[in-house]
């Protein structure tokens, strides 16, 4: 019994041993480059919020019977709540002959997600050159952007020095909403 108590004696001072290298491992120093503060986000695009658009519905069939205006309406949210957001409105838009939004709205920051104020484009077919007066189908466009648009794209991303030297692209955004709009001629002609 004595010569198995010698043999337990060295294994268990073997054991212990290793598991003292093992542990170790985290003891190991590290290098001393900390980080100079916290890396900037990078842009989110913004979004529309479907379910409080106006009209919900997403094609107009008889516009110019029993109501003569109409208000399209967008609410929008942004994770990057100090990004300037702009809604720009297009009605019936020709790609073959560009041309800019027939209105743009800005939409001040909140210091929340959901912007307060709608992006609105309203149309009364009773008005001088309303887009929409002339009788049959018409597109009407929201697009929401937290960036300039040139010809309905963002301008070219923005290029963000990091501290390595490297330069990463941080991209602006735009995203859209439409409604389809049928002009009849009724009460408003």
Not at 23 to 41: H, K, T, Y
Not at 70 to 83: I, R
Request: glycine share 8%; hydrophobic share 40%; aromatic share 4%.
């Amino acid at each position: 019994m004595r010569q198995s108590r010698g043999i337990l004696q060295p294994l268990m001072a073997a054991l212990v041993l290793a598991a003292i290298a093992t542990g170790s491992g985290c003891l190991i120093p590290q290098d001393e480059a900390l980080l100079e503060g916290v890396p900037r986000f990078r842009n989110r695009p913004p979004r529309i919020v479907e379910e409080q658009v106006e009209p919900s519905e997403r094609i107009l069939r008889t516009f110019g019977v029993g109501s003569c205006t109409q208000d399209f309406g967008v609410v929008v949210e942004d994770l990057d709540v100090d990004d300037q957001i702009i809604v720009e409105w297009y009605v019936d838009y020709n790609p073959a002959a560009p041309k800019g939004p027939d209105l743009q709205v800005a939409l001040a920051a909140t210091g929340q997600p959901r912007r307060d104020s709608r992006g609105t484009l309203h149309v009364d077919l009773r008005t001088a050159n309303s887009p929409l007066a002339p009788p049959g189908i018409h597109l009407v466009e929201a697009l929401v952007t937290d960036r300039h648009l040139i010809n309905r794209q963002p301008a070219p991303p923005d290029e963000v020095l990091l501290p390595d030297g490297g330069v990463v692209k941080d991209p602006g955004f735009v995203t859209s909403y439409a409604w389809v709009v049928n002009t009849v001629a009724g009460d408003c002609q």
